[in-house]
Every structure is written in C-alpha cells, then in structure tokens.
C-alpha cells in the first residue's frame, strides 16, 4: 500500500486532533507525508528517543514528534473554534482556495 493520500491539509496549517492518544491537541503541521498518509505536527504525540553521545550532543533521552495519521486530524477552523471539513471554492480571479464546509468561511488569504 503506496497509495497517495489526498489531503488539504498543508503545512503551518492548525490542526486538532480528533482522534487517538492526543485526541483534542492542537498544533501547528510542520511537515505533510502524504504517501504514508500521516503528517507530523508540532508538539503532538510526541515520542521519547533515546540518543547516544556524539560530538554535537551528550545523549540522553530526547522528546520528538512522531507523524500521525491523517485521518486522526482535522484542519481547525477559528470561527468554529472546531475542526472541520474543508472544501475547495474558486475565486473569480480563478485562484483556489480553501473553505470550512461547516460556516463557508475562505481560510486562505
Ligand atoms: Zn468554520
């Protein structure tokens, strides 16, 4: 299973998440993955790594992110102060843009 997944989720977006251990974390999309369906945001199921001594580092145990499935997050939409849906509405100018498909609200600028 290699497939793509089709995501509207970008990165810096803010997103909640909806399901799994972090259910109701919020956090900003540092990076999309979308062939392996996940996407890594910031200070969300963070893992603990344990790191050995080297030149630039003591070692120890550090916190990292872990990528998370995509379909445990959704975009946060900060009218509805929820996650949501989004859909895809073109401008006149025929540039594309996201909107919340729950209060229509165009969440690109
Ligand atoms: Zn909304």
């Known amino acids: 299973m290699s497939a793509m997944t089709k995501?509207?989720?970008h990165r810096?977006?803010?997103i909640v998440v909806v399901a799994g251990r972090d259910k109701g974390?919020?956090?900003k999309v540092i990076r999309t993955l979308p062939a392996n369906g996940k996407v890594l945001v910031?200070?969300?199921n963070m893992?603990?790594?344990h790191t050995r001594p080297s030149q630039s580092s003591k070692g120890g145990i550090i916190e990292k992110e872990a990528p998370?499935?995509?379909s445990n997050v959704q975009y946060y939409c900060p009218s509805c102060k929820a996650g949501v849906r989004l859909g895809v509405?073109?401008?006149e100018d025929g540039r594309k843009v996201r909107t919340c498909k729950k209060c229509g609200e165009v969440?690109?600028?």
């Open 42 to 44: 910031a200070k969300v």
């Open 12 to 14: 810096d977006d803010e």
């Open 47 to 49: 893992v603990k790594r």
């Open 107 to 109: 969440l690109d600028r």
């Open 68 to 70: 998370i499935a995509l």
């Open 7 to 9: 995501t509207r989720i």
């Open 25 to 27: 974390a919020r956090g």
């Open 89 to 91: 509405k073109a401008l």
